[in-house]
C-alpha cells in the first residue's frame, strides 16, 4: 500500500524550509507577522526577512503606482516586499493638497500587493510629521480600517524625523498615531522613524515606546556616506533590546548620487545578513541618479528586467535572491 502523508504536514513541512529567493517567501507562507524580541517573525513564530523595493515619491513617479510595476518587482526584483512612498509635502504636491490622489495612488499599490501575494509598507513620506499630525491621525485611521484585516498591511508613519527631539516630539507623535492604528489593527507591524533621518537608534533605544506590541524601529541608511559609525550604533541598540528594520537603504551617497560603494554594501548585507534583518532598497525609479535602480525612461512593463537595471539595481537584485 502507498504511504499517505496528510496534506497539512507537507504544508507544515514546506512552511520551514526559507529561500534565499525573497519572492518566494509569500504572504501566503508566513501570513501574520509578530516582533519577538528583536526578530521579526512569522504565523509560526520562526525568524523571517523581507527583501525588497521602495517605489519613488508618489507625485514624481505616479506611472510607477499600479500592478504592472508590482508584478515586476515580485518576480524579477525578487521581492517579497513593496513600499508606496506617499509624498506629504512637496514644492509639487502631495498628501497635505491632494489627499484623494494621494491616496487612491498608495491604495492602487496596496491593492495589487495583495493581490500578488506580498507584504506593503506604507510609508508617510514626512521630514516634519510632528507638524501633520491632524493629517497623519486622520490617514492611517482610514488605512488601518480599510486593509488592517489583511496580513500584508506594514506601517511607517514618519519617513525620516530630521529632528533630534525624540523623547518631546517624535515619540509622542508614534504614540498617538499607534493608538489610532491599534483601534482598527490590533496586530499588523508598525515601523517607527527614529531621529536624524532614521539614523539615531540610540536614542530610541535610550527612551523606547512602552507597552505596545509589533513595533520596529527603522534604520536608513546610503552606503556611500553612513558607514561603520552607523553600524556600531545599530549594533549597540540592537544588542540593547530595539527591533529595527532596514525601511530604506542605498548603495551610493545619502543625496542618491554615484558612486555605488560597493565594499560599503557588501558590509551592511553582511551586518544585516548575520542579523536576520529585513530590508528594502530605494528605489525603483528611473531618474538619472545613483540610487535608481532603473535606467532612464524604464516603462512600467519592464520595471527589474535586467537590461532595465543600473548597477546599482543589479547589486540590489542579486541580494534580493541569494
Ligand atoms: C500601469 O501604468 C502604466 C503607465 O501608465 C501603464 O502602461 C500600465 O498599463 C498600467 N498597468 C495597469 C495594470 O493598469
Ligand atoms: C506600561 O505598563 C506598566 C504595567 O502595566 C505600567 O506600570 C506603566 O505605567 C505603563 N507605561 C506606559 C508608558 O504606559
Ligand atoms: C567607500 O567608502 C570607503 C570608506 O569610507 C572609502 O574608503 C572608499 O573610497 C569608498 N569607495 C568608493 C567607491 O567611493
Same mark, same amino acid.
Given at each position: ?20 529567493? &525573497? &519572492? ?14 528583536? %526578530? ?90 510632528? %507638524? ?78 512602552? %507597552? ?23 549594533? &549597540? ?82 541580494? %534580493?535572491? &541569494?
Amino acid at each position: 500500500m502507498r504511504c499517505f502523508i496528510p496534506l497539512f504536514l507537507v504544508s507544515i513541512w514546506v512552511g520551514s524550509v526559507f529561500s534565499k529567493d &525573497a &519572492a518566494l517567501e509569500t504572504v501566503s507562507k508566513h501570513g501574520q507577522l509578530a516582533v519577538d524580541g528583536v %526578530n521579526l517573525v512569522n504565523q509560526y513564530g520562526e525568524k523571517v526577512q523581507l527583501k525588497g523595493m521602495s517605489l519613488f515619491w508618489s507625485v514624481w513617479m505616479p506611472y510607477y503606482y499600479n500592478k504592472t510595476t508590482v508584478d515586476g518587482i515580485k518576480e524579477y526584483c525578487h521581492s517579497n516586499i513593496v513600499r508606496p512612498m506617499m509624498a506629504i509635502d512637496t514644492q509639487d504636491g502631495g498628501y497635505l493638497t491632494d489627499p484623494e490622489g494621494e491616496t487612491a495612488l498608495i491604495d492602487a499599490v496596496i491593492d495589487a500587493a495583495i493581490e500578488d501575494d506580498m507584504y506593503v509598507l506604507v510609508d508617510w513620506q514626512d521630514f516634519e510629521a510632528e %507638524n501633520h499630525l491632524e493629517q497623519s491621525l486622520f490617514y492611517f485611521d482610514r488605512l488601518s480600517k480599510k486593509y488592517g484585516s489583511y496580513p500584508n498591511i506594514i506601517y511607517e508613519p514618519y519617513n525620516e524625523p530630521i529632528t533630534l527631539e525624540w523623547s518631546s516630539l517624535v515619540k509622542p507623535y508614534h504614540e498617538a498615531v499607534i493608538k489610532t492604528i491599534r483601534a482598527n489593527d490590533p496586530d499588523n507591524l508598525i515601523v517607527l522613524g527614529t531621529p536624524q533621518w532614521s539614523q539615531r537608534l540610540d536614542l530610541a533605544a535610550a527612551d523606547p515606546i512602552q %507597552n505596545q506590541t509589533n513595533i520596529m524601529y527603522s534604520l536608513h541608511f546610503y552606503a556611500g556616506t553612513h558607514q561603520q559609525w552607523e553600524r556600531d550604533i545599530t549594533k &549597540a541598540a540592537i544588542d540593547a533590546g530595539l527591533p529595527v528594520f532596514v525601511s530604506e537603504y542605498g548603495t551610493v551617497n545619502a543625496d542618491a548620487s554615484p558612486p555605488v560603494n560597493l565594499t560599503e554594501t557588501l558590509a551592511w548585507y553582511e551586518f544585516m545578513e548575520e542579523r536576520g534583518m529585513s530590508y528594502v532598497n530605494f528605489a525603483v525609479s528611473d531618474k538619472d541618479e545613483g540610487a535608481a535602480a532603473l535606467i532612464p525612461g524604464t516603462p512600467p512593463e519592464k520595471v527589474c528586467r535586467e537590461e532595465y537595471l543600473t548597477e546599482s539595481g543589479k547589486i540590489v537584485v542579486e541580494h %534580493n535572491k &541569494a
